[in-house]
Structure formats: C-alpha cells, structure tokens
C-alpha cells in the first residue's frame, strides 16, 4: 500500500462517514415535525416527506376510505334472511337458522318482503377471507363491509358476531305461533280433504297434493321425505303443501343471479323439517352462547374511531 | 466514601435514563417515535422494563459453569465501577486521588475482558463463547491505540493524576499543588507568548493546548466504542449474527447486570474522554477582556457551588460524547471482524504511535 492509497483511504472514509451522520443527524433533528394524519386520497398525502413518519396508532390513526374489506356489517332490519350469503361463503362463516313466519312481517326499505325471522344470524369474522361475496349477492344489500378494520379479541369466540335481532326465548314463541298457525292450516285442509273424500271415496288423500309439488324442481329431496314420512303422517305431507305456493312467493325477490332454485328450496325445506320434527330445541340450544357485547351497534362506535 | 455514594446512584440513574435516550434517539433516526406509552415521551419505559426484568426467573443452564456463569456479570460490572474511582467528578470531589490514576483505570477496565470471557465460557454455548472470543480479540487489541491515545495526553500534561490533568485545562491551574508549568499558553507555544492562564475556557483544553491530541482524541472516541462493544463494533454481541453474544444465556438480573455494565462503560469512557480532552469539569467559556465568562462559570473549590458547576460541566461534556455514541450506533454499520482488526491494526495504531511521537516534540515546545 503506497502512501497516498493508505492516506485517500482515510479521507475516504472520512468523509463517507460524515455524509452518513449528517443524514442521521438531519433526520434526528426534523423529528420535532410529524406528518399530519391526512387520508391516502389527500393531495398532499406523498408530500409529506420529512419529520416522524409513524402514527400512534391507537390515540390516532389515519383515515381510511369508508368502504374497504374488513368487518361485515348486516342491518337486520333490512335482511330477508334468503341465506344467499350463507351459501355462498367459500368459509362457511355465516350461519343462519330462519324461522318462517305465518304471513309477511314487514318490508325491508328497499321494498322486498320479509317472510322469514333470523333465528340465528351469526357471522364468525375469525373465519371470514374478506372475499366481499357474501355483500355482492345479497339482494337487499343489508349485509355490507364496514371500516372498521380493529377488532381482535382475546376470546376467539368474541369474533362471531351475532345480528339476530330475537332472543333465543323470542324465536321459540315465534316457532310456536308458526307451527300453532300450520296446525290451523293444516286442521282446515285435512277437513277440506275429508270432504273431498267423502265426495270421492276411492282417492287418496296424498294424491291431490302431487299436483302441487310438480313445478318445483326439487323432485329428490321431495321423494326422500315422503318416503319417511309420508305414509305415517298424512298431515305433514300437507304442511308441506302449505309451502309449496310460499316458496313461490319467495322467489321472485331473489334477484335472478341465482340458479338457485333448486338449491335454494330444499335447504329451507331442511330446515323447516327440524323444525317440524316433535322436538325443536336442539336447533336453538346454540352452543356459542355470546356475551351480548357484540352488537353491531358496538362495532360502529368503534368504526368511528378516526 | 461520598464519592461513591454519589456515583454509584448516578450510574443507576444514568443507565435508566440512557437506555430511554437511546431508543429515543433511534427513533427519532429512523423518523419514529420510540417508546411512547409510559409516562411522558415514554421516559419511564425502562422502569417498566427494569421492573418486568427483576420479575424474571434467573436461569443457569444445567449443563454451564455454574460459578463462572453466576458471577461473571459481577466481575463484569465491578471492573467498570472501579474505573470510577480515580475520576474527578469535580475540583473537589474524586474517589481515590491516587497519582497513578489514568494508569489504574486503564488496568482495572481491563478486567472486564476476564469477566466476558468468563460469561461465554461458563454459558457452554456456541453464541456465548464465539461471542466471547471477539470480545476479547476486540478489546484487547483496541486497548493498544487507546493506551497510546492516553499516552499523548499524559505526555503533554506530564502527570497520571486525573485531577491534576482536569486542573491544568482552567483557569484553576494554579491552585493544584505541584504542577510543573503552572502556565498554559495558545496552542501550548511558548514561542508564540500568549498567555492564556487567566482566560481558561475551551483555549486552555488539552485539544488546544495541543491542537495534535485532536487527533488522539478521535482515535481514542473510536477506541472506546471497540472497548464498551458499542455499534459498529459490537461484534461480541452481533445480534444477527449470535444471538446476544456472549450474554446469550443470561436472563433476568444478571442480564439486567449485563446491560448496566455496558452503559456505565459507556458514560466512563465519555467522562474519561471530556476529563482527557474536554477540559474535565472546567467552563469551556474563556475570560474575554472585562467580560469574565470563564470566572463566573467557574466556582471555587471546596465550595458546594465549585462542585455542582464543576460536574455539572462533566456532565454536559459527557452527555454530548454518549449522545454521538449513540448517534454513530444507529447511523454505521457494523464492521466485519477483518474490517476491525484492519482498522485497529492498520491504521489507529500506526497513527496513535505517530502522535505519541510528535506531541513528545510540542511537549518541548510548552516548555
């Protein structure tokens, strides 16, 4: 090494050195500044280069746009309770039991009828891929993706979020005025056939109602169920005549993205036969027995946190 | 007695403070805010984290040297302790005014090398003794050009007292008994006959009495990082590469007496560095015409306020040093261990020689 390379070797590095430290240096002292908490969409969002970059997080927080992918919200009020959502999660992490009710128990605000009481209206946000399909297909746009992105919870449990607007104690009277409004029906019909038999005797009572079944779709399922069921309780076979013309009220408010009605009928048909069958409480012995903290109500005051 | 008294609650709230600072000055570097959470701009989060860490379970590996391993962070931190002894914290109050007193603290701090390898050893674990070995490759081949860079001082002030050296950078020369050329004068020529005996501020400071020692004094900054295992040096630790070094298996207390060692290292070598060549505990403002800055900021010895101005100026002094330590922490890179011992070998020392060398020809020229 010859005198000058060792010498230009220290200036050298000498003077990286302090090119180094001056940065550091200009950085340490342009710490008294801090970025304004302004949202991505803001002008002057990319402008603000200097001072302390980092946010305290949970005392601030930047804004962020009002409809990101994060937690799910439904507004039950407006939720007809079609399931769509439910089947079409990829995760499987809403989960709903419908009660059918007698006749038509209101209008949702855009319009569509609602026929069906949520039971059981749980999301398992845990679970949820934040795909957004479950928003996209719902007819009533009810169920929508919030702002709210800060929701980790100790329990894991706390992350289904239940909107049912029932007590388990309501849903059961709700049950109960149902099937009390079937017996009725069915009551009437089971006269009306007793009728229409003496006019005729040789017919039998389940062959008026085939007619009726014809234009679902749902021949299997419908063939299952008389199979079990059908000889030993003629009046059974009739509740599910009484359903048949609901189901096709039911239908024309699903907006027609959906093949479903052959997937869609014999799932309600799944339901209502648990719930038909003598003993109805295991469906409501839910084992997830939520602290009632999370309300969606709850979820907004946190959502509003920016 | 009250020496100790004094210092050793110093260290304790030094260490507190420092281990704040640092990661405030860290982020402060790296645009963030660093702790923030426990009491104002987070100043007591390492009280928290002192408190958490008493809790801890104090671990012996089954299979380490159980005496080695309990008592090594002590050894540790005892031989950076001791080095305060010969400190003048002020005109008046030192430990131990022992003549030879640069010369004890240099030996004592030397210890710590026995401690590390001591803590590596008795770990039984890779890290640990890899770790132990840098450090002590590390420490004792800086301990060269640092040794050198006293050198210079010691030759230019012709004394290993380390009051007598504070005495001789003020205007308070003349009341130290024995000092050999009571006068100092401009960049220490006598030729040049400009007095500056009575005017002291940062004129009289060894860096001007000898403008040379500037030099000595860099060399000594860097040596005294590759000596405390400071970034970019701290190749005995090297988190990326061993774990913690050769404090691997340490937790709890002992951990806790690991990292007191290494920020009371920190604030020694800065206050030796300042008492060296910062002029010590005296003013760094001179006596400029009527206007006596130099004797206003200077209070007399034996005086209460002689001693609180005098370690207040220590003190400054000190803290500016441990904040570029810190500074230079977060801005260089660590160096590869060819890169230190290059560094250490190549260039510190030749150049620490040099200066030895040529501060032996001013120290003809103040005479």
């Known amino acids: 090494m010859s005198q000058t390379t060792y010498i230009s070797q220290i200036a050298d590095v000498t003077k990286s050195l302090f090119v180094g430290i001056k940065l550091t240096l200009k950085h340490f002292f342009q710490a008294t500044k801090q970025r304004k908490p302004l949202s991505i969409e803001h002008p002057e969002y990319f402008k603000q280069d200097t001072g302390l970059f980092t946010t305290l997080y949970p005392h601030e927080a930047l804004p962020i746009p009002d409809h990101g992918r994060n937690r799910l919200h439904n507004e039950i009020d407006d939720c007809i309770v079609c399931d769509l959502c439910a089947k079409i999660c990829p995760v499987d992490c809403i989960d709903i039991v419908p009660i059918k009710s007698a006749e038509e128990i209101g209008k949702t605000s855009d319009g569509s009828s609602k026929r069906l009481y949520a039971a059981k209206f749980d999301i398992d946000m845990a679970k949820c891929c934040y795909c957004g399909l479950c928003t996209t297909v719902c007819p009533t746009e009810c169920l929508t993706m919030t702002n709210a992105f800060d929701y980790s919870e100790f329990d894991v449990r706390n992350m289904i979020y239940n909107f049912s607007d029932l007590s388990p104690a309501q849903a059961l009277e709700k049950q109960e005025i149902y099937n009390e409004a079937q017996k009725l029906k069915a009551e009437a019909k089971a006269k009306k056939a007793a009728t229409e038999v003496k006019a005729e005797p040789s017919a039998q009572p389940p062959i008026p109602s085939k007619p009726v079944f014809k234009p679902s779709i749902k021949a299997p399922v419908v063939q299952n169920n008389v199979t079990e069921t059908g000889e030993s309780k003629p009046q059974e076979n009739d509740t599910r005549n009484e359903e048949a013309p609901k189901k096709i009220v039911f239908k024309p408010t699903i907006k027609s993205l959906l093949k479903p009605v052959d997937t869609e009928l014999p799932n309600v048909d799944d339901v209502s036969e648990k719930i038909d069958s003598p003993k109805p409480k295991p469906v409501f012995k839910p084992v997830i027995k939520i602290p009632p903290a999370k309300k969606p109500d709850a979820d907004l005051d946190s959502s509003t946190l920016n | ?367």
């Open chain 2, 1 to 367: 007695m009250v020496a100790l008294l004094f210092i050793l609650p110093f260290i304790l709230t030094f260490v507190v403070l420092g281990v704040w600072a640092e990661r405030k000055v860290a982020g402060f570097i790296q645009d963030r805010y660093g702790p923030m959470e426990v009491g104002y701009y987070g100043i007591g989060q390492t009280i928290a984290d002192l408190l958490k860490m008493l809790q801890k379970e104090d671990i012996v590996p089954s299979k380490a040297d159980r005496s080695l391993f309990l008592i090594a962070p002590i050894v540790i931190f005892v031989a950076i302790l001791a080095g305060y002894a010969v400190l003048p914290l002020s005109p008046s109050l030192i430990g131990s005014s022992v003549k030879v007193g640069i010369f004890y603290l240099l030996t004592i701090i030397s210890l710590d090398v026995v401690g590390l390898l001591m803590a590596g050893w008795g770990s039984n674990n890779k890290y640990a003794i890899l770790g132990a070995v840098r450090a002590v490759a590390q420490i004792i081949s800086y301990e060269i050009p640092l040794t050198l860079s006293v050198l210079s001082v010691v030759m230019i002030c012709q004394t290993l007292d380390l009051q007598e050296i504070s005495y001789q950078q003020g205007i308070l020369i003349t009341n130290f008994p024995g000092v050999s050329t009571p006068q100092n004068y401009l960049f220490g020529i006598k030729a040049l006959d400009i007095n500056v005996t009575n005017v002291g501020g940062f004129l009289t400071w060894n860096i001007f009495r000898c403008p040379l020692l500037f030099v000595s004094f860099i060399i000594f900054f860097i040596a005294s990082l590759a000596e405390s295992n400071r970034a970019p040096f701290d190749l005995p630790e090297a988190d990326s590469e061993l774990i913690a070094g050769y404090h691997t298996e340490y937790s709890g207390f002992r951990w806790g007496l690991f990292m007191l060692g290494e920020y009371a290292m920190m604030l020694l070598v800065s206050f030796l560095a300042a008492i060296l060549f910062l002029g010590s505990w005296n003013t760094p403002l001179p006596n400029i015409g009527s206007v006596r800055l130099a004797d206003w900021t200077t209070g007399a010895p034996d005086t209460i306020a002689g001693n609180v101005i005098g370690f207040g100026w220590l003190v400054s002094k000190a803290f500016v040093l441990v904040f570029i330590q810190m500074v230079v922490r977060w801005t260089y890179p660590r160096l590869r261990v060819d890169q230190l011992m290059n560094l250490c070998w190549k260039f510190l020392t030749p150049i620490a020689l040099g200066i030895v060398v040529l501060t032996a020809i001013w120290r003809l020229l103040m005479i």
